[in-house]
C-alpha cells in the first residue's frame, strides 16, 4: 500500500512493505533533504529480482511524519523506482495490531491510546492530494466524533492559495516622512539557500506569494519546526520600528484559565485557540460551531496540530485537565535544570521564568525575597557555602 509521508517538510511516496527487512530511501533524497549519512560503500543490498545494490549511505533518526503521527526510523540509501521511501516489516510491526482492508486500501490500528485510520493512495472516493487520518481520544468512547471529523475533512486539507477577499484589507501603517525599508538578505548556507528556494517556489504555485518590485524588502529566516521540517520567517524588525502602533487590549491569560475548568478541551487551531465545554454533546455541538466557521471562511487547520475531544491538553504552558490547571511538566523541569547564575542578569531571567508558576507556589513572594534582594544596585554576590543566598 502508498502512503503519502512528509520528511523535513518536503511530500513523498512511501510503500508499506511487509516483505522487506529494511527501510529504504531514494539516495538522491539524501542531498536534497539534507540528511545526515554515514557512507558504508562496501555495503550492498539484495532486492526482489536477485540483483545487488551499491547502498549510498546510512541516514539514522530520520522523522517522518504520516498524517498527525510522528516516527524516527533508520533508512538505507539506495537507487529506488517510483517510489520515494520502503518502509519494513520492523516499521508495520511498531505499530502493533493492523486491520487491513486492501479493497478499500486502508489500515487501522491503535497507537498511543487514540485509534488511527490510515487510508492509501488510490483509494476509492478519497482525495489524494493529502493523507486521510483520524486521531481521536479512545476513552472517549464516542464514534460520533470520527464522523464529524469526516464531514469536515476540507478544512483539514492543504490550503491552496489565500482566503476570500473580505472586506477590509489589512495596511500597515508607517510614521511620517518614512523612506522605504530594505534590508538586504542574510548568507545562507546552500541546504537554507535550497530550502528557501524550494518554498518559494512552492508559494508561487498556490498564490499565496507574487513577484515583486517594490522598493521594500526584508530578510528571511529558517527556524526548525518539531517535526525538522523548516518554517519561513520574514524578520520585519526593522520595519516595524518605523510602523505606527495598533493599540487595543489584550486577554489576561490568567482570566482564560480561568474559564477552563472542568471543561473538555479542544484546542484546535495554530494560535493556541482552545473551545471548552461541560458536556461531550456539548464539546460536539462546539466543535461544529467551530469547524463550520472555518469552513466558511476558506481556513484551514492542521490535524498533527489539532487535539479535539481531549480532557488533557497543554495550553499557553500550562496543562488543562477536569481536574483544574496544572504547571507543565517541561517547564518545571526547565527551572529545576537552571544553570547556578553568575551575574544579575542571568538571575533575573531565573526569576522571570519561575515567577510565571508563583500562582501555583504557596508563599512564593517570601521564598524568592532573599533573591529579589539580589537585585538590588551592586548587591549580587553568591555564596555557594549558603546554597548561593545570603544569609540563607
Not at 506569494?209 to 517535526?227: E, G, M, N, Q, Y
Amino acid at each position: 500500500m502508498l502512503l503519502l509521508v512528509t520528511v523535513r517538510g518536503q511530500r513523498l511516496v512511501a510503500l508499506l512493505d511487509s516483505g522487506s527487512t529494511t527501510n529504504f530511501i531514494h539516495a538522491d533524497l539524501l542531498s536534497r533533504l539534507g540528511l545526515t549519512t554515514t557512507p558504508h560503500p562496501s555495503l550492498c543490498v539484495l532486492v526482489g529480482n536477485g540483483d545487488r545494490v551499491p547502498c549510498q549511505g546510512v541516514a539514522r533518526d530520520v522523522v517522518l511524519t504520516i498524517g498527525s503521527e510522528e516516527f524516527t526510523v533508520t533508512c538505507f540509501g539506495i537507487t529506488l523506482g517510483e517510489f520515494d521511501l520502503i518502509l519494513d516489516v520492523e516499521f508495520l510491526r511498531t505499530l502493533g495490531p493492523i486491520l487491513w482492508d486492501f479493497e478499500s486500501l486502508c489500515m487501522t490500528f491503535t497507537r498511543r491510546g487514540r485509534r488511527i485510520l490510515w487510508r492509501g493512495l488510490g483509494a476509492p472516493h478519497i482525495d489524494t492530494k493529502a493523507p486521510s487520518t483520524h486521531a481521536v481520544a479512545a476513552s472517549t468512547g464516542q464514534p460520533l466524533l470520527d464522523r464529524l471529523l469526516l464531514q469536515f475533512a476540507a478544512v483539514f486539507n492543504e490550503p491552496c492559495g489565500l482566503p476570500l477577499a473580505r472586506p477590509y484589507d489589512h495596511r500597515i501603517h508607517l510614521l511620517p516622512a518614512t523612506a522605504p525599508v530594505t534590508i538586504r538578505p542574510y548568507r545562507y548556507p546552500q541546504l537554507q539557500k535550497d530550502e528557501l528556494e524550494r518554498q518559494c517556489s512552492a508559494m508561487l504555485q498556490q498564490g499565496i506569494i507574487r513577484p515583486s518590485t517594490s522598493s521594500f524588502s526584508a530578510p528571511v529566516l529558517l527556524v526548525r519546526k518539531p517535526d525538522n521540517s523548516w518554517r519561513f520567517c520574514i524578520n520585519y524588525h526593522t520595519l516595524n520600528a518605523k510602523t505606527s502602533k495598533d493599540k487595543f487590549p489584550i486577554p489576561v491569560v490568567d482570566e482564560l484559565l480561568e474559564e477552563l475548568h472542568g471543561a473538555i478541551s479542544s484546542r484546535s487551531w495554530s494560535y493556541a485557540r482552545a473551545t471548552t465545554s461541560s458536556s461531550w454533546t456539548e464539546h460536539l455541538q462546539h466543535v461544529v460551531v467551530v469547524l463550520r466557521a472555518l469552513q466558511d471562511h476558506h481556513l484551514h487547520l492542521k490535524r498533527s496540530k489539532c487535539s479535539i475531544g481531549a480532557s488533557l491538553v497543554a495550553y499557553l504552558g500550562h496543562v488543562i485537565s477536569a481536574r483544574g490547571v496544572a504547571m507543565d511538566a517541561d517547564k518545571v523541569e526547565t527551572v529545576a535544570s537552571w544553570p547556578v547564575p553568575r551575574s544579575a542578569r542571568a538571575l533575573r531571567g531565573f526569576l522571570g521564568l519561575a515567577g510565571y508558576y508563583r500562582k501555583f507556589i504557596r508563599n512564593f513572594g517570601i521564598i524568592a525575597a532573599p533573591l529579589m534582594r539580589l537585585l538590588r544596585r551592586d548587591a549580587f554576590a553568591w555564596d555557594e557555602r549558603r546554597g548561593g543566598i545570603p544569609g540563607a
